[in-house]
C-alpha cells in the first residue's frame, strides 16, 4: 500500500509541475494572505494536496483511516519537503 500511495503521489507531482504555472500569478508580497486557491500555506504559490482514503496504516490498529500529504509550491516549482497527516476528519 505504501508503495502504491508513493507512486501516486510521485505522479501527482510530476503532472502538477508541468500544468501549474510556477511562481505567484499575482503580486503577492510574502507576509500577505494569497488569494491564490490551492496555496495552502499562504506563500503566493500553489500547493498539491495527495489524498489516499480508507489507507490503512500500521500503527492505527484496524481503521483504514487515510492519509493526506501537502507537496508545497515554490518559485522553482513543487518542493521535495512534504507534511503528510493521518487520521479521521471527525
Known amino acids: 500500500m505504501h508503495i502504491r500511495t508513493l507512486a501516486v503521489t ?3 507531482v510530476a503532472l502538477a509541475a508541468v500544468l501549474t504555472p510556477s511562481g ?3 503580486d503577492t ?3 500577505a494572505p494569497s488569494a491564490l486557491k490551492g496555496d495552502f500555506n499562504g506563500d503566493g504559490y500553489g500547493d498539491l494536496a495527495v489524498t489516499a482514503p480508507g489507507e490503512q496504516l500500521k500503527d492505527t490498529g484496524d481503521d483504514h483511516e ?3 500529504t501537502a507537496v508545497w509550491g515554490s518559485a522553482s ?3 521535495s519537503a512534504l507534511t503528510a497527516a493521518k487520521g479521521r476528519a471527525d
Do not use: H, L
Open 24 to 26: 505567484p500569478t499575482e
Open 66 to 68: 487515510g492519509t493526506a
Open 10 to 12: 510521485a505522479t501527482a
Open 77 to 79: 516549482g513543487f518542493s
Open 29 to 31: 508580497a510574502a507576509a
